[in-house]
């Protein structure tokens, strides 16, 4: 928006332990996310000049077990953040969106993840992953029966799993 830019900021710290009887090695991260900006609020009868931040801590924790040098097993633990997009905020006067700054949040997602990685051969690679989205809260959508206006629609959980193989033929 002219003359008031939307500030980002992120900070992302992580420490990986050493190996603990050289199978199982743990990471832990924190990332902070901040937005911050001004800007008139053309719905006021006064146009006056408001500030709005978002912020969050999201952790994350990984722990990973190496029993071979072929096998691999890791387990995930974290929570994201994603805050409203400038067009999510600010559409104001046409078709295609609209906004209301002052209700709009930011989306949020809690997970667990499972994953294992087994390579039998150099050719050869199999990949299982679950996943369970515990908590997405939030979700920024465009409301059709309100005129485009970008809102927070809903929430949801979701649960899933994921194969895949890979096979190379030669080097």
């Not at 009887?21 to 719905?43: A, E, G, M, P, V």
């Not at 949801?156 to 033929?169: H, I, P, Q, R």
């Amino acid at each position: 928006v002219l003359n008031d830019p939307v500030q980002s900021t992120g900070i992302f710290v992580q420490y990986i332990t050493p190996k603990l009887l050289s199978k199982l090695q743990l990471t832990f991260s924190l990332r902070y996310d901040l937005q911050s900006f001004s800007y008139t609020d053309i719905y006021d009868a006064d146009k006056a000049k408001k500030k709005k931040t978002f912020n969050q801590f999201s952790p994350r924790l990984a722990m990973v077990y190496s029993p071979t040098d072929k096998l691999t097993m890791k387990l995930l633990a974290g929570r994201a953040f994603r805050t409203p997009s400038p067009t999510e905020m600010f559409g104001a006067n046409t078709f295609t969106l609209a906004s209301n700054i002052n209700e709009l949040k930011p989306e949020v997602i809690s997970t667990i993840e499972f994953s294992t990685n087994w390579r039998p051969s150099k050719n050869i690679e199999f990949n299982l992953v679950g996943f369970y989205n515990a908590q997405f809260n939030d979700i920024i959508a465009y409301s059709v029966a309100n005129a485009n206006l970008s809102t927070n629609l809903y929430s949801l959980s979701t649960a899933g799993l994921e194969f895949d193989m890979k096979w190379t033929k030669g080097d």
